[in-house]
Nanobody, 121 residues
Framework: QVQLVESGGGLVQPGGSLRLSCAAS????????MGWYRQAPGKQRELVAA???????NYADSVKGRFTISRDNAKNTVYLQMNSLKPEDTAVYYC???????????????WGQGTQVTVSS
């Protein structure tokens, strides 16, 4: 079994900052990509940012220059530093990881439970 535990969401004023964390635990052999997605009410889930095991990052155009994704491989943890937050960033943020549970097995895709981020004055 693998669990992803997210933390760091909450209510923040426009222009403020939040830092999300997601720790993976359980039967893990190796973690490939880790990322953050978000889903606002009435909208489809979208990629916010992703990072490979080698540190290559990818961002949605709407968050470039404001959000920074990073990871601590020793802790199997991914972070999302969100600065200059806007009301349109309001959504449930989901952690995602693609990992292997053994050296010879397939890659699995896991999701966190989601954490609410609300940007409002």
């Amino acid at each position: 079994q693998v669990q992803l535990v997210e933390s760091g969401g909450g209510l923040v004023q426009p222009g403020g900052s939040l830092r999300l964390s997601c720790a993976a635990s359980g039967s893990i052999f190796s973690i490939n990509a880790m990322g953050w997605y978000r889903q606002a009410p009435g909208k489809q889930r979208e990629l916010v940012a992703a990072i490979t095991s080698g540190g290559t990052t990818n961002y949605a155009d709407s968050v470039k220059g404001r959000f920074t994704i990073s990871r601590d491989n020793a802790k199997n943890t991914v972070y999302l530093q969100m600065n200059s937050l806007k009301p349109e960033d309001t959504a449930v943020y989901y952690c995602n990881t693609k990992l292997k549970r053994s050296g010879w097995g397939p890659e699995y895709n896991y999701w966190g439970q989601g954490t609410q981020v609300t940007v409002s004055s």
